[in-house]
């Protein structure tokens, strides 16, 4: 098995920022792609930003130049640091990874059960 844990969702205003983290346990041989994807009430879940083994980052446009996604490959973890906030960028954050499972060898995507982020106007 193979568990996703997202961290440091919360309540900020508009302006401020915060830091998530998503950190991958379990039967992993290795990660290929990471990322964090967000889903606001009411509208469907949309991509943020991922990141690759080797570091190849993309961004969302909405997200440009005010997010940066970042990970620790010997921690299995991926972060989104997120800097002028937003009351739009209020919704619940999810943290996606493609694993390479020791069990099998398979290629397996897994999600976390997200992490709320309330930015306040």
């Known amino acids: 098995q193979v568990q996703l844990v997202e961290s440091g969702g919360g309540l900020v205003q508009a302006g401020g920022s915060l830091r998530l983290s998503c950190a991958a346990s379990g039967s992993i041989l290795t990660i290929n792609d990471m990322g964090w994807y967000r889903q606001a009430p009411g509208k469907q879940r949309e991509l943020v930003a991922t990141?690759?083994?080797?570091?190849?980052?993309n961004y969302a446009d909405s997200v440009k130049g005010r997010f940066t996604i970042s990970r620790d490959n010997a921690k299995n973890t991926v972060y989104l640091q997120m800097n002028s906030l937003k009351a739009e960028d209020t919704a619940v954050y999810y943290c996606?990874?493609?694993?390479?499972?020791?069990?099998?060898?398979?290629?397996?995507?897994?999600w976390g059960k997200g992490t709320l982020v309330t930015v306040s106007s």
């Open positions: 996606n990874a493609d694993v390479i499972r020791v069990l099998d060898g398979r290629n397996m995507g897994y």
């Open positions: 990141i690759t083994s080797g570091g190849t980052t």
